[in-house]
């Protein structure tokens, strides 16, 4: 009985965390700073964050989400000082496809 | 009777053998606590170490904060256990939430090491009460993100509360507040170095008290925030409060 789910899918996500806006964020500032080494002007506002990407296995898009949504708010992003987006990388594929 | 207190152990743990050997010179028996461990060994209070937990990968602190251990540890807190951390130990008990804050990297994108002074604040926390009133402290402080961080209404009620426990200082105990003050190594706001939880059990600071924990280390104050721990445990073991944490408790779900 234990095979007779819901064909699995596997989702590609990427997590994108910034810091919340207000947050201090010297690599931003250092950066942006450096930016007058290059010459160029007119550029600011810079933040760095990080890109998680990550596979998911589930019945569907929405579980997967879901998934990547809670790893998002509980792991890969802190809540206090950090905002994060969720991007689905193509489409879906199946498991078990062999080489 | 000698009290038992833990040190946790992490993979990346890096100043464990110095708490380990400061807690025996405040007067505990010490013991090591490994982090696959979810048995805290009967201790009657729990340190958790400088260093790089995990690597310090993601965030400082994160991957630490969902071990066997911490899940142990986050019981213990919950029933009233005295908890510190130290630097990296204090970005542990923040990303698990059992410290309000954060702990950013610091503003001027350096790695800091030196010695710094520290204002104690209140002197009845289990945490200082044995600093001599008026008594400024010496110690080092080591780390890349230090700086620390919470909301205005956060700040406002840890410095109303005295929660906000230690503070940088100019050496004449001026409170380097401004984050660009010399005297603030990291940029923290309102130069907190040190900030506890509600209850007032459960603390963090980034500076090493460890390091300061003997004369030829330079300085010994680091002695007093552990001996203030380490007789606040013994006093609330002898008070059988909290229960020492023997048993497994049951699933805890951190933050």
Same mark, same amino acid.
């Given at each position: 009985?234990?095979?007779?789910?819901?064909?699995?899918?596997?989702?590609?996500?990427?997590?994108?965390?910034?810091?919340?806006?207000?947050?201090?964020?010297? $690599?931003?500032?250092?950066?942006? $700073?450096?930016?007058?080494?290059?010459?160029?002007?007119?550029?600011?506002?810079?933040?760095?964050?990080?890109?998680?990407?990550?596979?998911?296995?589930?019945?569907?898009?929405?579980?997967?989400?879901?998934?990547?949504?809670?790893?998002?708010?509980?792991?890969?992003?802190?809540?206090?000082?950090? $905002?994060?987006?969720?991007?689905?990388?193509?489409?879906?594929?199946?498991?078990?496809?062999?080489? | 009777?000698?009290?038992?207190?833990?040190?946790?152990?992490?993979?990346?743990?890096?100043?464990?053998?110095?708490?380990?050997?400061?807690?025996?010179?405040?007067?505990?028996?010490?013991?090591?606590?490994? !982090?696959?461990?979810?048995?805290?060994?009967?201790?009657?209070?729990?340190?958790?170490?400088?260093?790089?937990?995990?690597?310090?990968?993601?965030?400082?602190?994160?991957?630490?904060?969902?071990?066997?251990?911490?899940?142990?540890?986050?019981?213990?807190?919950?029933?009233?256990?005295?908890?510190?951390?130290?630097?990296?130990?204090?970005?542990?008990?923040?990303?698990?939430?059992?410290?309000?804050?954060?702990?950013?990297?610091?503003?001027?994108?350096?790695?800091?090491?030196?010695?710094?002074? %520290?204002?104690?604040?209140?002197?009845?926390?289990?945490?200082?009460?044995?600093?001599?009133?008026?008594?400024?402290?010496?110690?080092?402080?080591?780390?890349?993100?230090?700086?620390?961080?919470?909301?205005? @209404?956060?700040?406002?009620?840890?410095?109303?509360?005295?929660?906000?426990?230690?503070?940088?200082?100019?050496?004449?105990?001026?409170?380097?507040?401004?984050?660009?003050?010399?005297?603030?190594?990291?940029?923290?706001?309102?130069?907190?170095?040190? @900030?506890?939880?509600? @209850?007032?059990?459960?603390?963090?600071?980034?500076?090493?008290?460890?390091?300061?924990?003997?004369?030829?280390?330079?300085?010994?104050?680091?002695?007093?925030?552990?001996?203030? %721990?380490?007789?606040?445990?013994?006093?609330?073991?002898?008070?059988?409060?909290?229960?020492?944490?023997?048993?497994? !408790?049951?699933?805890?779900?951190?933050?």
């Amino acid at each position: 009985m234990s095979t007779a789910g819901p064909a699995a899918a596997s989702f590609r996500f990427a997590v994108n965390v910034t810091p919340k806006e207000g947050i201090l964020d010297p $690599q931003g500032r250092a950066v942006e $700073q450096s930016l007058s080494h290059l010459r160029v002007t007119g550029v600011a506002g810079v933040r760095v964050g990080r890109r998680v990407e990550l596979t998911v296995e589930a019945p569907d898009e929405p579980a997967a989400r879901a998934i990547v949504e809670r790893l998002a708010a509980e792991l890969l992003s802190n809540p206090l000082i950090e $905002q994060y987006g969720i991007e689905l990388l193509g489409g879906a594929s199946s498991v078990a496809t062999g080489p | 009777m000698t009290v038992r207190v833990g040190v946790v152990v992490f993979p990346g743990s890096n100043c464990d053998t110095d708490t380990l050997w400061g807690l025996e010179r405040a007067g505990a028996e010490p013991v090591a606590l490994w !982090h696959e461990e979810a048995d805290l060994r009967a201790v009657a209070a729990v340190v958790l170490p400088g260093g790089f937990a995990y690597g310090d990968y993601l965030r400082a602190g994160v991957i630490a904060r969902f071990s066997p251990v911490m899940r142990a540890v986050s019981a213990f807190a919950a029933g009233g256990g005295l908890v510190l951390g130290i630097c990296n130990g204090f970005q542990v008990l923040a990303e698990a939430g059992l410290v309000p804050g954060a702990l950013l990297r610091n503003r001027s994108l350096r790695f800091v090491c030196r010695e710094v002074t %520290l204002a104690p604040g209140r002197l009845t926390t289990p945490f200082t009460s044995e600093i001599p009133a008026g008594r400024l402290l010496r110690m080092p402080v080591a780390h890349g993100e230090g700086c620390y961080y919470a909301d205005g @209404a956060t700040l406002d009620a840890l410095e109303s509360s005295g929660r906000a426990w230690l503070h940088y200082a100019a050496t004449d105990g001026t409170i380097a507040a401004d984050p660009d003050d010399p005297a603030n190594p990291n940029g923290s706001l309102r130069g907190i170095a040190g @900030a506890m939880n509600a @209850a007032g059990t459960v603390a963090g600071l980034m500076p090493h008290p460890e390091r300061a924990a003997e004369a030829i280390l330079g300085s010994e104050d680091g002695l007093l925030i552990l001996r203030s %721990l380490v007789r606040s445990a013994a006093e609330r073991a002898a008070a059988g409060n909290p229960p020492a944490a023997t048993t497994r !408790h049951p699933a805890v779900t951190a933050r």
